[in-house]
């Protein structure tokens, strides 16, 4: 029986998170606040309770959470464990049912956590939970030239190789083009 990938069609929100701060939140990056902001979009409460004064928070977590996927694309899952264990225990996770639009949901933080904290506690439990899962092998980072975005495999067969049908179209064309002037035509 094939292994069942956690992720469906909507995604896991603490995976998606801790990807999109990984990728889009670098401590070089401008417009913090604009990035910080988009990412937490998809909740209004949490776009909501979002200041300014949160954005080192938020760096912080980026780089701690762009550690952890470092070690899981290096297959040390010892020290990603360690990591998350370490963020866990700063902010523990204490899973409650909310009603959210008529559907019951199972959040793994604090019901009054501060913003930053519940972010910490929801993407470490998240990165936490795959790695109990098994499903490290599904992260990746894309193989297109000059591109480091990282993902998580949803396929089917687990083999994507690419973060986007853009980098993979510019792939396939560049080593199309390759073979081209390699033989001879232009």
């Given at each position: 029986?094939?292994?069942?990938i956690y992720?469906?069609?909507?995604g896991?929100?603490?995976v ?9 939140l ?10 910080v ?11 909501a309770a ?5 954005i080192p ?8 959470l ?9 297959e ?5 464990a360690?990591?998350l ?12 049912l ?9 959040h793994?933080h ?5 913003l930053?904290p519940?972010?910490?506690?929801i ?8 790695i109990g ?12 030239k ?6 998580f495999?949803t ?7 690419f ?7 510019r792939t ?6 390759q ?8």
């Open positions: 029986m094939a292994r069942q992720l469906d069609s909507y896991d929100a603490g998606i998170v801790s990807l999109r701060l990984v990728n889009e670098a401590p070089s990056a401008e417009r913090h606040r604009d990035i902001a988009s990412i937490l979009a998809f909740d209004p409460s949490s776009l979002f200041r300014r004064q949160q928070g938020f760096v912080s977590l980026s780089m701690r762009r550690g952890v996927i470092h070690h899981l694309l290096e040390d899952l010892e020290a990603a360690g990591v264990n370490e963020m866990l225990a700063e902010h523990p996770a204490h899973p409650h909310a009603k959210e639009d008529g559907r019951w949901r199972l793994h604090p019901a009054d956590a501060q930053v519940m972010y910490v506690s993407c470490a439990e998240a990165l936490a939970r795959m899962e098994g499903l490290v092998d599904r992260f990746g980072r894309c193989e297109a000059g591109c480091d975005i990282l993902f495999d396929s089917k067969n687990g083999t994507r190789r973060c986007s049908t853009t980098c993979q179209s396939k064309t560049a080593v199309f083009r073979r081209q002037r390699a033989s001879g035509r232009s």
